[in-house]
């Protein structure tokens, strides 16, 4: 499938230390190519992650506790085997394809072999002795400071030492454009590189050979590789061209009180003294990746020891996908995966993959209650902040507004607005199709007022020529409305006096528009899981882009998109591990689904969605997961997804398994709330008590019968007693 980062087609606000510059962000289509000239063949023996050991004379290397040992002699002689079995491949090929071309061999988290076909059939690859599968390569696209303290990050902080220790020594992956190892928020010289780094592997952009000096790494990024094999890439390195991934890791690993504007000298990442991990799949100026790349990059960053990996990317979720395969091995290896759910929202069905993945973490966004932007003053409502954008800004202004006919600003506006503030709702149609109408009725100025619950967003211009050149802003829903019915309409606007305002309360924790939601689904099939599993602040999120992308480094941008909503999780996932260095990547899901925050609102009227396939489990609070007394786990979930079934007499039949992370006994009492009609839902006990250490069980029975109404289902198995109450959510699609 074809991965795209995932981040939002709204505006994309670049900020330096010196003037405020604005750039338009990458598009949220969901468009998705197979790349006809590649595949990736499958072969039936199991990857080295989740080998089991069937095999006479080859000892099981699937990790049993921790993570996978590729030194131990079980993995060298099983590693051996598999390549054995390539080499017969590639013999087989010789003889009766001799055009195909091998590319990669993986044996970690797939066993398998991206070739290149030149024009070869595909289908007869399926005859290469023990193939079981041959797809074709899909192409993906690329889909902070207050978000640290609304997910709770300080007391996780203080749980490993304080801030300065947080994340210390676990290692974050993170597959995207690169990492510029430069920025300040990406240094600190006081770590210590430990044995074994840096690690390379990518071409050196003067002399074009391999990167034998590991020019992009540092004490903080040990490792800088490039995985593409377009032939555009063969003049590109590792080195980061594109501002989307070194933004993602300062989210999940910036250094703590690193100086920004706006924020002095407090900004920070989750896991601030985690080491990173570049595994560039789109390098240069390269927007599609290929599945063949990132399942590559995967294998290197579980051989290069990386304990989580962040993938804000995503593409249209296909049958029989080999990345979904090496994400959830990744995880069997003792990884914890972080993927973003997509920005395909707000329809159902829209959770992009490798996010379908059933053992990985599948991340939604929310909103961050912050925003930059100018203050303006409306006398019965008092000052409040207009978001700034791509658009030119204002001056110091004092005119009057008015409302448009359209409303939305789409077509020709009646009247004449000469010397006035156009107050135009947001929908349908471009900002910049609003903007350029209003300047052609004599508007100075418009006032966009968003059409969504919470904080407005920066406005971007849509790239067609003759932009306008008034000045223009975003205002709030609420404020926007209050405007527009407020008797006496004037306004000042003071667009030299740029700053921070912060939102709190309603403006946080509202489900983004654009977050892709479950079920998810391939084709028409719903898939027996829920996703996505959690979300995570994903708008207006503060953090680091290239060194050399704005005129005064170091530069810093907002950014909005499940991308961003991601390595938040990442980075929780990395403290979690230093806290529990031995808890397996379930358990450490567990602890940040099965304590998150509710509610999460609606974007349109900020109520409580109640629908674990829009919200997850609901947003990430490390507070909770900090304090939690036992971990969930429902096989390889951490919730109950029991997919489509048909009304009729039917009972489903799932198991609960509560592990004890607690010093003492701990009594659980067990409900299910809320209260639902038109199918039953029991548990086989209401309270369970689980020692020290150990582990304890219990069923959940869904009742249905040929006169349950045709709809979803939905809800939560609650335990309470421990120090934090876990919930584990439930859903079901009954069809006629």
């Not at 032939?231 to 390195?237: E, G, L, N, R």
């Not at 992009?352 to 932007?373: D, L, M, Q, R, Y």
């Not at 969504?452 to 067609?464: L, R, S, Y």
Request: proline share 6%.
């Amino acid at each position: 499938m074809n991965a795209k980062i995932l981040f939002s087609l709204l505006l994309v606000t670049l900020i330096s230390f010196g003037p405020v510059i604005f750039a338009q962000a990458a598009g949220n289509s969901s468009r998705q190519n197979s790349n006809a000239s590649y595949a990736i063949i499958t072969f039936a023996d199991a990857p080295l992650a989740t080998y089991q050991g069937h095999i006479p004379g080859l000892p099981a290397t699937a990790a049993s506790a921790e993570k996978l040992d590729l030194n131990s002699q079980a993995a060298q002689s099983y590693s051996n085997y598999l390549s054995l079995q390539k080499d017969q491949a590639r013999s087989w090929l010789a003889r009766n394809a001799p055009e195909v071309q091998v590319i990669y061999e993986y044996s970690v988290v797939l066993n398998g072999m991206a070739v290149k076909l030149n024009g070869h059939n595909l289908d007869h690859l399926l005859s290469i002795p023990g193939v079981t599968n041959v797809a074709l390569s899909t192409m993906y696209h690329l889909d902070m400071n207050r978000s640290p303290t609304l997910i709770g990050a300080p007391v996780l902080w203080n749980a490993v030492g304080g801030q300065s220790n947080a994340g210390a020594g676990i290692k974050i992956g993170i597959i995207d454009t690169g990492i510029d190892a430069s920025h300040p928020f990406l240094t600190d010289n006081s770590l210590v590189v430990p044995k074994g780094y840096p690690k390379c592997d990518a071409l050196d952009s003067a002399v074009h050979k391999a990167d034998t000096s590991c020019l992009f790494t540092s004490n903080k990024v040990l490792v800088a590789k490039m995985f593409c094999t377009q032939a555009v890439c063969a003049v590109f390195d590792g080195h980061a061209a594109q501002d989307h991934g070194s933004h993602v890791s300062g989210i999940a690993a910036g250094v703590a009180n690193t100086c920004a504007p706006f924020v002095g000298c407090t900004l920070s990442g989750i896991a601030p003294k985690a080491f990173l991990g570049s595994y560039n799949v789109f390098p240069g100026n390269v927007t599609d990746a290929s599945s063949q790349d990132i399942a590559m990059a995967v294998e290197a960053a579980v051989k290069d020891g990386m304990d989580v990996l962040n993938l804000s990317l995503g593409g249209t979720p296909t049958p029989n996908d080999p990345l979904v395969d090496a994400v959830n091995n990744a995880v069997d290896a003792g990884v914890v995966v972080a993927i973003a759910a997509g920005n395909a929202g707000p329809g159902p069905g829209t959770i992009e993959s490798p996010g379908i993945a059933s053992k990985v973490i599948t991340v939604g966004a929310s909103t961050n209650p912050h925003f930059v932007g100018i203050p303006l003053t409306v006398p019965s409502l008092g000052t409040f902040g207009a978001a700034l954008g791509q658009f030119n800004d204002f001056g110091q202004v004092n005119a009057t507004y008015a409302t448009t006919s359209p409303t939305n600003g789409c077509t020709a506006l009646t009247g004449n607005l000469t010397g006035q503030i156009a107050l135009i709702a947001r929908g349908t149609c471009t900002f910049s199709t609003k903007i350029r109408n209003a300047q052609s009725a004599g508007a100075m100025g418009v006032l966009v007022y968003t059409n969504v619950a919470g904080d407005p967003t920066a406005m971007g211009q849509d790239g067609t020529p003759n932009q306008p050149t008034i000045p223009a802003a975003m205002v709030s829903r609420d404020k926007g409305l209050a405007m527009a019915g407020a008797s006496t309409k004037t306004v000042s606007i003071d667009g030299t006096a740029s700053q921070e305002f912060f939102t709190d309360g309603p403006s946080a924790d509202i489900l983004a528009g654009f977050s892709s939601r479950g079920p998810p689904m391939i084709g028409s099939t719903v898939l027996a899981e829920v996703k996505p599993d959690i979300v995570a602040p994903g708008v207006n999120v503060y953090s680091s882009i290239l060194m050399t992308s704005c005129a005064q480094p170091p530069c810093f941008a907002f950014f909005q998109g499940t991308s961003m909503a991601t390595p938040h999780v990442a980075g929780a996932a990395a403290l979690l591990k230093q806290l529990h260095p031995n808890w397996s990547p379930l358990q450490i899901k567990s602890a940040l689904v099965n304590t998150a925050h509710r509610p999460v609102g609606s974007s349109s009227n900020n109520t409580p969605l109640p629908n674990p396939m829009d919200r997850g489990a609901g947003r990430i609070d490390l507070a909770a997961a900090s304090q939690l007394t036992a971990t969930i786990s429902t096989g390889k979930f951490t919730s109950l997804g029991f997919g489509s079934v048909r009304a009729g007499s039917v009972k489903l039949v799932s198991q609960v398994s509560v592990t004890s992370v607690a010093f003492s006994s701990v009594t659980y009492t067990i409900a299910v709330a809320p209260a639902v009609t038109g199918i039953t839902v029991t548990t086989s006990t209401t309270s369970l008590t689980i020692s020290s250490a150990g582990t304890g069980a219990f069923k959940v029975t869904l009742t249905i019968t040929s006169s349950t109404t045709a709809k979803d289902y939905y809800g939560d198995i609650v335990l309470s007693g421990g120090t934090v109450t876990l919930q584990v959510p439930y859903w079901i699609r009954v069809t006629p």
